[in-house]
């Protein structure tokens, strides 16, 4: 099973950026489709974009759409997620998340494995 670190949460204004990181262990990272969920306080998970495990095809949530960007480094085995223009309602715990083989992975229940979770805060 993978094991994952994220990083690179900060505090950050309305219209800035932030690129979070997840690290990932062992040797297998190619086979995982990977993602990132965010839980807001008071809410449930969302889920915020996937990579699939080939072909790097990509899911996001449509509220995220134009302004955040997923992409992965086999060869470090990390997941990246590009920031722009953050809103308020950005602000959330994000996780990294893997599923072995995921063929069409965009809900937090399809999840296998989970990171401990770097906090967003976007101030207005």
């Known amino acids: 099973q993978v094991q994952l670190v994220e990083s690179g949460g900060a505090l950050v204004q309305t219209g800035g950026s932030l690129r979070l990181s997840c690290a990932a262990s062992?040797?297998?990272?190619?086979?995982?489709?990977m993602g990132w969920i965010r839980q807001a306080p008071g809410k449930k998970r969302e889920f915020v974009a996937s990579?699939?495990?080939?072909?790097?095809?990509?899911y996001y949530e449509d509220s995220v759409k134009g302004r955040f960007t997923i992409s992965r480094d086999n060869a470090k085995n990390t997941l990246y997620l590009q920031m722009n223009s953050l809103k308020p309602e950005d602000t959330a715990v994000y996780y990294c998340?893997?599923?072995?083989?995921?063929?069409?992975?965009?809900?937090?229940?399809?999840?296998?494995?989970w990171g401990q979770g770097t906090q967003v805060t976007v101030s207005s």
């Open positions: 998340a893997a599923k072995k083989y995921g063929h069409y992975v965009v809900k937090t229940d399809d999840f296998a494995s």
């Open positions: 990579i699939k495990w080939i072909g790097s095809v990509t």
């Open positions: 062992g040797r297998t990272f190619g086979d995982y489709t």
